[in-house]
């Protein structure tokens, strides 16, 4: 058997939950079967993987156009039994790539543009492109495959006409043996590097300043806790300009009444990222849209207590009063996943935190049971073996 596996991201560009995916399954999966990787952002050296430029006709088209042509370059090229895209900037040369080859198209839901709709704010009218081109896709698989069981529902709402037999459930993962807490010399280093007084107790974010995953919420409910508390967030690549003046704008606030508000914008190497998260106290994460949420895995995998949100898939990963805490978390129904009670939402997500800070033993005992439940719920190799029953049951 051999799979194609389309995808924007892939190492070394990679920024969100989707990229971590496609490059932890393609790593495994290639134990198992064949795999080819076609992505985006320029030519890769790894054997196997095709990256693709813009086309330079496309050249500071919108973006959703410049998505398009780098899709029609990767559909003439796929060669393999079936092709498996990722995301909806490779939904399109699934799609095409099936129809000329005559070969099954799967996907995986990461997200799903009708419960984005801040997106507008990037695209423009490229959102209605993208809005059209997921939705062929969808209707048109083998098979979608949801990341969890809150994603599934919320594909079989966005997308009624879909066969709700198509649509299965395979959990995302995470790298056990790479995301462990490391020896205490790099603790110590990441943390004198990056200015965090590991005398203080500290609350870590680490993602994209992006609407979905609520950074302004936690800026403000980091205003509630303790004035001993630190604040670390790993946070860059804003969505959009106005995001990024908004944020900066609340942090600048908190650091008028608080100290120990730490704001680092750099994607840092993986190494130093899992240091910098077993040197702090409860990792934070205020999603209003999760489908399931990488990035509390590796938290928990470091042994982290997390604190989240009660959306999409994040109940599916973090054990409430177990391995950390979930928020309550209301929401409007026009698929933004704003609050219905922005305030209540920052009060309560303050209250969880200050709830785990509260007691350090506790805290570890929940980060322990964190790490727990990574190494027996989320490993690839079991993803890896459920994703070939799928491959295999519509080949």
């Known amino acids: 058997m051999r799979v194609e596996l389309l995808t924007r991201e892939y190492p070394p560009h990679i920024y969100g939950g989707a990229g971590v995916h496609v490059d932890e399954l393609a790593r495994v999966l290639r134990g198992h079967i064949e795999v080819g990787v076609r992505c985006f952002d320029g030519p890769r050296t790894e054997a196997g993987v095709t990256g693709y430029d813009t086309p330079p006709a496309l050249a500071g088209a919108n973006p959703a156009l410049a998505t398009l042509g780098v899709d029609l370059l990767m559909a003439g090229d796929v060669r393999g039994d079936l ?234 990963v973090v054990d409430d009063g177990v391995t950390g805490a979930l928020v309550p978390l209301a929401q409007v129904g026009d698929g933004s996943g704003t609050p219905t009670d922005p305030d209540q939402f920052v009060a309560d997500f303050a209250a969880g935190l200050t709830g785990v800070l509260a007691d350090p033993e506790a805290a570890a005992r929940m980060g322990a049971a964190g790490r727990r439940r990574a190494e027996e719920h989320f490993s690839w190799e079991a993803i890896a073996q459920r994703t070939i029953e799928i491959y295999r049951s519509v080949l």
Request: proline letters at 7%; a negative charge.
């Open 83 to 316: 092709v498996h895209s990722h995301t909806w900037y490779a939904n399109l040369a699934g799609h095409i790539a099936g129809l000329l080859n005559d070969i099954p198209h799967i996907l995986s839901a990461h997200s799903l543009e009708p419960l984005r709709p801040w997106k507008a704010e990037q695209l423009g009218g490229g959102y209605a492109v993208s809005s059209w081109v997921e939705r062929s896709a969808y209707e048109g698989a083998e098979r979608v495959i949801a990341v969890s069981e809150g994603m599934r529902a919320d594909i079989l709402r966005a997308y009624p006409q879909i066969d709700s037999g198509k649509v299965e459930v395979v959990h995302n993962g995470v790298d056990v043996e790479a995301w462990h807490r490391p020896a205490e010399p790099e603790i110590e280093a990441a943390a004198r590097k990056h200015g965090v007084d590991r005398s203080r107790r500290s609350v870590i974010f680490v993602g994209r300043i992006t609407r979905q995953k609520g950074v302004p919420y936690l800026l403000r409910a980091a205003a509630e806790l303790p004035e001993d508390v630190q604040l670390i967030l790993c946070a860059g690549a804003p969505d959009t300009p106005e995001l990024y003046a908004e944020v900066t704008a609340l942090v600048e606030k908190l650091r008028e009444t608080r100290t120990g508000v730490l704001w680092i914008p750099d994607m840092l190497p993986r190494a130093e990222l899992i240091a910098l998260l077993a040197a702090a106290t409860v990792f934070a994460c205020p999603s209003i849209y999760e489908p399931l949420g990488i990035v509390n895995l590796e938290a928990m995998a470091v042994g982290l207590p997390v604190v989240a949100s009660a959306t999409g898939g994040i109940p599916e």
